[in-house]
């Protein structure tokens, strides 16, 4: 089954707005993680959160993560045209031994 | 600090050779390195993990025998895509993870586009 499914797949917004990505999982894991890539580059970690965490910042970024639901968010806030990028969550599952499994990827777009 | 790096950013070759694929830590001992594949405007598929000094563990469905990973280093893995065929053109991405930065992180290269025609 599939881990890590983003929603919206692709995000239009204007320079300024908060825009927030949420991402659902199937199993138990140890941690949640946000990348982001640019178009034809690396992932950049973002942020992690652990299963025992519910909620964390960084800078613009605000993570949370419902255990309950199996799911999690990530909220940009005062976007800005750089932040245009793809949003991939990725989840280690338990047993995983370090192995993530990446979502499709939220496409967001920020209009200056 | 935890830089990976990945040589060639960009390859193209002919149908039926093969291309070995380099990924780097920079500035730290990676335990664990991963290879990812991505294809256009979709996820990041694992395809195999491999630690310094054994075998590497392919994910279901990832021919180890198409696909040779070798990690002789606790900064080098090489990812060679033997007899290559157009459909295994791709992005494709390492990741490292070991003593640098925020345990448990994993830290991406900037991927290898490979183009075979």
């Known amino acids: 089954s599939q881990q890590g499914e983003e929603d919206p797949q692709a995000l239009s917004i204007q320079e300024g707005e908060n825009a927030t990505m949420n991402c659902s999982y199937k199993?138990?894991?140890?941690?949640l993680q946000w990348y982001r890539q640019n178009s034809g580059r690396g992932l950049v970690h973002l942020i992690l959160?652990?299963?025992?965490?519910r909620e964390k910042h960084s800078g613009r970024l605000r993570v949370t993560l419902d255990t309950s639901k199996k799911s999690s968010s990530l909220l940009i806030t005062a976007s800005r045209a750089a932040d245009t990028a793809s949003y991939f969550c990725?989840?280690?599952?338990?047993?995983?031994?370090?192995?993530?499994?990446f979502g499709q990827g939220t496409r967001l777009t920020i209009n200056p | 600090g935890a830089v990976v790096s990945q040589h060639p950013s960009r390859v193209i070759c002919k149908s039926g050779t093969s291309v070995k694929i380099e990924c780097r830590s920079l500035?730290?001992?990676?335990?664990?390195m991963f290879w990812y594949r991505q294809f256009p405007k979709k996820s990041l598929m694992l395809m195999a993990t491999?630690?310094?000094?054994?075998?590497?563990?392919?994910e279901q469905g990832v021919e180890k025998d198409k696909f040779l990973i070798n990690h002789a280093s606790l900064t080098l893995s090489t990812l060679t895509v033997t007899s290559a065929h157009p459909e295994d053109s791709s992005f494709y991405i390492c990741?490292?993870?070991?003593?640098?930065?925020?345990?448990?992180?994993?830290?991406f290269g900037p991927g290898t586009r490979l183009t075979v025609l």
């Open positions: 500035d730290f001992q990676a335990t664990t």
């Open positions: 990725a989840t280690e599952k338990i047993e995983g031994a370090q192995k993530l499994v």
């Open positions: 959160i652990r299963s025992n965490e």
């Open positions: 491999s630690n310094e000094g054994s075998k590497a563990t392919y």
């Open positions: 990741s490292a993870t070991g003593l640098a930065g925020v345990v448990d992180t994993q830290y």
């Open positions: 199993t138990s894991i140890n941690n």
